[in-house]
């Protein structure tokens, strides 16, 4: 009878290279008295050493790590003061949040409570309001700076960027999916990945439309079907644009896309046909368990330490990826002996995909696929996000169809495609994007790590930032701060960007706007996206005229609760429930109907 064979968990590796700093040092506290007890005459031995030895192993074990962990905090607060006497006097500690229970333990079922029915950074809302833009979590002795400053953030990303990095618990939980890819490494493995796909983002590279062309007008031509149905029923946008995203994404990356556009859409209220096995539905899934494991920071290693639980979704992937990484590599090393490769007018490469670009650079096909799967979820996720709450923007505010339409037929007609001059000479769409960007960033939060200890300078303070620091911080409510941005910070108006409040409040202080990050870590595809949603939005609005939500579609427990009418800030206008894991999205879809145009 064979045996199973031993399956190793994603967590597995993780939890054991914590078990020394966990197990041993209470183990060996645990174990001294029972040594110096055998060691020592009875006569001599203490009497309280005795009546130690004499309890039972899991309370010797429980008072050790007792012992140690009030000894690590006597060190910890020993080390967090030396650290800090290294740097000028007038260095202060960041405020610290105060809650009721030992080590804000309470934060927990509180951030819970909130988010239940909360708005999309609600929690932190909440704090902000009684510490500041800028305050310590300190949450189980460790620290956690949450923060909306722009200074901060600017310190983080660039003039103190060596001080930071990703940091080794992101990168474990994440190395199931994303590998040692760009967005999942730091130092030397970071620049060497960076290095590989920067020159492929290049001006030419991403200004051959023609992939946005065939999926764009394949998505619509599905969309516009669905509206000519009986009965008009609703299609999910994001859905759709998520679809749309995907297919033109790995036609980029691979050469040829995953066809998740061939697949039916959804109906309202139906159960979707099953689509498990598809590489789109794998892919998204992958995100959602990494994302689960955000949530338990410290105990998911622990929960797999014998399974994986991306382990399914990553075989359906591997199984699409793995053919074309070995028919690329083939055909790299027989084309090696065919002479110089075709250049532009600057001598860049103009090889067809980012693969090909890959394989030039290195035959390792694990640090190819890492790549390729990180540059992916940028690819889709991102412009998804964009598309999905553009759209739903456009259903808020018909007059902006409008103005948008104007400009676009204007320029382009009713059929013809746009190119990159003509999507430079539209002013109003880049404003309209930045409007779209600025109140749903697709990333609405992020972090690094300390990798020793610093100072955060903000409005003229210095902050003390101890080694081994999470600074996260909320791209979301930093773009909607009214001291940022004005009054009217919570309204959509593409305006702003177009008048004089560019100037006051951008130009004089560009950090307020970070959709993409900056610094060395800048998004390389921020153009590519800008282009990407500007072209599927012209082909859009030359096809359609008006753009309704479809709340009988959206599923009830999906719907914004009614408590948020009587709040404050965005959740007051919302019709839809934005949520977040690595991205921004609508919760249950975006279900609308759409009209076409007379002239299409």
């Given at each position: 009878?064979?045996?199973?064979?031993?399956?190793?968990?994603?967590?597995?590796?993780?939890?054991?290279?914590?078990?020394?700093?966990?197990?041993?040092?209470?183990?060996?506290?645990?174990?001294?008295?029972?040594?110096?007890?055998?060691?020592?005459?009875?006569?001599?031995?203490?009497?309280?050493?005795?009546?130690?030895?004499?309890?039972?192993?899991?309370?010797?074990?429980?008072?050790?790590?007792?012992?140690?962990?009030?000894?690590?905090?006597?060190?910890?607060?020993?080390?967090?003061?030396?650290?800090?006497?290294?740097?000028?006097?007038?260095?202060?500690?960041?405020?610290?949040?105060?809650?009721?229970?030992?080590?804000?333990?309470?934060?927990?079922?509180?951030?819970?409570?909130?988010?239940?029915?909360?708005?999309?950074?609600?929690?932190?809302?909440?704090?902000?309001?009684?510490?500041?833009?800028?305050?310590?979590?300190?949450?189980?002795?460790?620290?956690?700076?949450?923060?909306?400053?722009?200074?901060?953030?600017?310190?983080?990303?660039?003039?103190?960027?060596?001080?930071?990095?990703?940091?080794?618990?992101?990168?474990?939980?994440?190395?199931?999916?994303?590998?040692?890819?760009?967005?999942?490494?730091?130092?030397?493995?970071?620049?060497?990945?960076?290095?590989?796909?920067?020159?492929?983002?290049?001006?030419?590279?991403?200004?051959?439309?023609?992939?946005?062309?065939?999926?764009?007008?394949?998505?619509?031509?599905?969309?516009?079907?669905?509206?000519?149905?009986?009965?008009?029923?609703?299609?999910?946008?994001?859905?759709?644009?998520?679809?749309?995203?995907?297919?033109?994404?790995?036609?980029?990356?691979?050469?040829?896309?995953?066809?998740?556009?061939?697949?039916?859409?959804?109906?309202?209220?139906?159960?979707?046909?099953?689509?498990?096995?598809?590489?789109?539905?794998?892919?998204?899934?992958?995100?959602?368990?990494?994302?689960?494991?955000?949530?338990?920071?410290?105990?998911?290693?622990?929960?797999?330490?014998?399974?994986?639980?991306?382990?399914?979704?990553?075989?359906?992937?591997?199984?699409?990826?793995?053919?074309?990484?070995?028919?690329?590599?083939?055909?790299?090393?027989?084309?090696?002996?065919?002479?110089?490769?075709?250049?532009?007018?600057?001598?860049?490469?103009?090889?067809?995909?980012?693969?090909?670009?890959?394989?030039?650079?290195?035959?390792?096909?694990?640090?190819?696929?890492?790549?390729?799967?990180?540059?992916?979820?940028?690819?889709?996720?991102?412009?998804?996000?964009?598309?999905?709450?553009?759209?739903?923007?456009?259903?808020?505010?018909?007059?902006?169809?409008?103005?948008l339409k104007d400009e676009i037929t204007g320029r382009l007609g009713t059929s013809s495609y746009p190119t990159t001059e003509d999507l430079k000479e539209m002013k109003y769409l880049r404003a309209f994007l930045n409007e779209t960007l600025r109140l749903f960033p697709p990333v609405p939060m992020n972090s690094r790590a300390a990798v020793k200890s610093t100072v955060l300078k903000v409005k003229?303070?210095?902050?003390?930032?101890?080694?081994?620091?999470?600074?996260?911080?909320?791209?979301?409510?930093?773009?909607?701060?009214?001291?940022?941005?004005?009054?009217?910070?919570?309204?959509?108006?593409?305006?702003?960007?177009?008048?004089?409040?560019?100037?006051?409040?951008?130009?004089?202080?560009?950090?307020?706007?970070?959709?993409?990050?900056?610094?060395?870590?800048?998004?390389?595809?921020?153009?590519?996206?800008?282009?990407?949603?500007?072209?599927?939005?012209?082909?859009?609005?030359?096809?359609?005229?008006?753009?309704?939500?479809?709340?009988?579609?959206?599923?009830?427990?999906?719907?914004?609760?009614?408590?948020?009418?009587?709040?404050?800030?965005?959740?007051?206008?919302?019709?839809?429930?934005?949520?977040?894991?690595?991205?921004?999205?609508?919760?249950?879809?975006?279900?609308?109907?759409?009209?076409?145009?007379?002239?299409?």
């Open positions: 009878m064979s045996r199973s064979p031993i399956v190793w968990g994603a967590g597995l590796s993780i939890a054991l290279d914590s078990v020394p700093a966990v197990v041993l040092p209470p183990a060996f506290v645990a174990a001294i008295p029972s040594v110096l007890h055998h060691i020592l005459p009875d006569d001599s031995s203490p009497k309280r050493l005795s009546s130690f030895v004499e309890l039972s192993i899991i309370t010797r074990l429980a008072l050790a790590l007792l012992t140690l962990a009030i000894l690590r905090m006597i060190l910890g607060e020993y080390q967090r003061n030396y650290d800090r006497k290294q740097f000028d006097s007038n260095v202060v500690e960041v405020p610290r949040v105060k809650l009721k229970w030992p080590f804000n333990l309470d934060f927990i079922p509180f951030d819970m409570k909130i988010m239940r029915n909360g708005y999309c950074g609600a929690t932190w809302e909440v704090l902000i309001a009684k510490y500041g833009n800028l305050f310590n979590l300190r949450l189980l002795e460790q620290d956690f700076i949450l923060t909306v400053e722009p200074e901060a953030v600017k310190s983080v990303l660039t003039t103190d960027f060596h001080s930071y990095e990703k940091g080794s618990d992101i990168r474990g939980l994440m190395f199931s999916v994303l590998g040692r890819g760009v967005f999942n490494s730091d130092g030397e493995t970071w620049r060497f990945h960076r290095s590989m796909s920067r020159p492929y983002f290049s001006r030419d590279r991403i200004s051959h439309f023609e992939n946005f062309a065939r999926h764009a007008d394949a998505a619509i031509s599905k969309l516009l079907s669905r509206m000519a149905e009986p009965n008009c029923p609703a299609v999910d946008f994001q859905d759709l644009a998520c679809r749309f995203t995907l297919d033109s994404g790995t036609e980029f990356l691979f050469g040829r896309d995953v066809h998740s556009l061939d697949v039916s859409l959804p109906y309202p209220h139906q159960e979707p046909k099953d689509d498990s096995a598809s590489f789109g539905a794998a892919f998204a899934r992958a995100q959602k368990h990494v994302t689960h494991r955000l949530g338990l920071p410290v105990l998911w290693p622990w929960m797999e330490l014998f399974w994986d639980r991306t382990a399914d979704d990553m075989k359906i992937i591997n199984a699409y990826v793995a053919p074309i990484l070995a028919k690329q590599q083939k055909s790299t090393s027989d084309a090696s002996s065919e002479g110089p490769k075709p250049t532009n007018k600057s001598g860049q490469d103009l090889r067809d995909t980012l693969l090909d670009h890959l394989f030039e650079l290195t035959s390792d096909e694990i640090v190819v696929r890492d790549e390729i799967i990180n540059i992916l979820v940028a690819a889709r996720d991102t412009t998804a996000t964009t598309l999905t709450f553009a759209v739903y923007m456009l259903s808020q505010n018909p007059e902006i169809i409008a103005k003229e303070k210095s902050y003390f930032v101890p080694v081994g620091t999470r600074i996260i911080w909320s791209t979301l409510l930093m773009h909607r701060r009214k001291d940022l941005w004005g009054p009217d910070a919570d309204d959509f108006d593409p305006d702003r960007w177009l008048d004089g409040r560019f100037r006051k409040y951008v130009m004089s202080n560009p950090f307020i706007f970070l959709p993409f990050n900056a610094g060395p870590r800048i998004c390389l595809g921020q153009q590519f996206a800008y282009n990407e949603a500007s072209f599927f939005l012209c082909r859009l609005l030359q096809r359609i005229d008006s753009v309704e939500l479809a709340p009988d579609a959206q599923p009830k427990e999906t719907l914004p609760p009614s408590e948020w009418k009587n709040g404050t800030g965005r959740q007051v206008y919302e019709k839809v429930w934005p949520k977040h894991h690595l991205t921004l999205y609508s919760d249950g879809g975006l279900w609308l109907r759409m009209k076409e145009a007379e002239f299409a």
